[in-house]
């Protein structure tokens, strides 16, 4: 094909495999797709598309579906994002109906036999790493191999801020929980992996839980904090499950930065002095720190 169909917030280019979706930045493109930027999807990646009236007059939407499981995106969102902030939904003047049930068509006679499976692997890349956002009671950070919670003196409980600081290689995580900051009960909660190498089941309520930060009004934004759990919940399926040793989100083995190791052990040293931490649990958590180098 090679074509391009431009409307509203977005571009959308075919070829013979893929269509490349461009998102446009302005005030009134959704702050998602100015975060995305642009997306390769391949064609085995969906399940259809099909063109349908707008719901602004004289506008008309073309609607591509991916299969489940192909997206990383849409895997962790969990059927949460807003319609105006579909990544699959290009909204396009009436007059290109015609051009866009072209493209419609010829997009559709590409599916493969297994358009209506789910997909076993992401055929969708997640955003690109390193990415960070500001949740209520920390910092979020994930440069592909690790996601860092650093917490806020003002935000996080005394439950999370006596753990301390927190660090989790993508390969003793079991997956990603999150739940949109514009409904109540935000959060972002990394579900790490068990002794039997399952997700582990029992977990404590959100804000005192260290593996969890949690949303609140102008923190963990949409189009902040859903990018970074897409590409940590692709690292996790790429990943090799954990044996004895630690590995990376590529299953090579992983050694922690020893920058990081002894920031921990001093925040866990000021706990200390506080009072907020026993001679017994000061030792305890610092030999486990040292353990990871």
Do not use: C
């Not at 707008?54 to 579906?65: D, I, N, P, S």
């Not at 940590?232 to 989100?249: C, H, K, M, T, Y």
């Not at 040293?269 to 030792?283: I, K, R």
Request: aromatic share 8%.
């Amino acid at each position: 094909m090679g074509d391009v169909l431009a409307g509203i917030h977005s571009t959308w280019e075919f070829d013979t495999d893929s269509v490349l979706i461009r998102f446009e930045r302005g005030i009134r493109t959704p702050k998602l797709f100015q975060a995305l930027g642009e997306r390769r999807i391949p064609y085995e990646a969906l399940s259809s598309v099909e063109l349908a009236p707008g719901a602004r007059k004289g506008t008309v939407v073309l609607q591509a579906v991916p299969r489940p499981g192909a997206d990383p995106l849409l895997e962790a969102a969990a059927g949460q994002l807003r319609q105006a902030a579909d990544p699959y939904r290009l909204v396009l003047p009436a007059e290109r109906e015609s051009l866009a049930e072209y493209y419609a068509g010829e997009v559709r006679s590409a599916l493969g036999p297994e358009a209506d499976e789910e997909a076993d692997r992401h055929l969708v890349a997640a955003p690109t790493t390193p990415l960070q956002f500001k949740a209520y009671d920390g910092k979020v950070s994930f440069d592909g191999k690790l996601v860092t919670f650093r917490w806020f003196r003002t935000g996080a409980s005394s439950a999370k801020w006596k753990a301390g600081d927190q660090f989790f290689p993508v390969g003793e995580l079991g997956g990603v929980e999150w739940r949109s900051p514009e409904v109540s009960g935000g959060h972002l909660r990394l579900l790490r992996r068990g002794q039997d190498g399952q997700q582990e089941k029992d977990r404590p309520p959100v804000d005192q839980d260290p593996a969890t930060v949690v949303f609140d009004i102008g923190y963990g934004l949409v189009h902040e904090s859903l990018p970074l759990a897409a590409a940590v919940l692709e690292s996790i399926r790429a990943a090799e499950p954990s044996g004895n040793g630690r590995r990376d989100g590529v299953g090579r083995e992983y050694r922690a930065d020893p920058a990081d190791i002894a920031d921990r052990i001093r925040h866990l040293g000021d706990l200390h002095q506080a009072g907020l931490l026993t001679d017994e649990e000061f030792t305890t958590k610092k030999r486990s720190l040292l353990a990871e180098l």
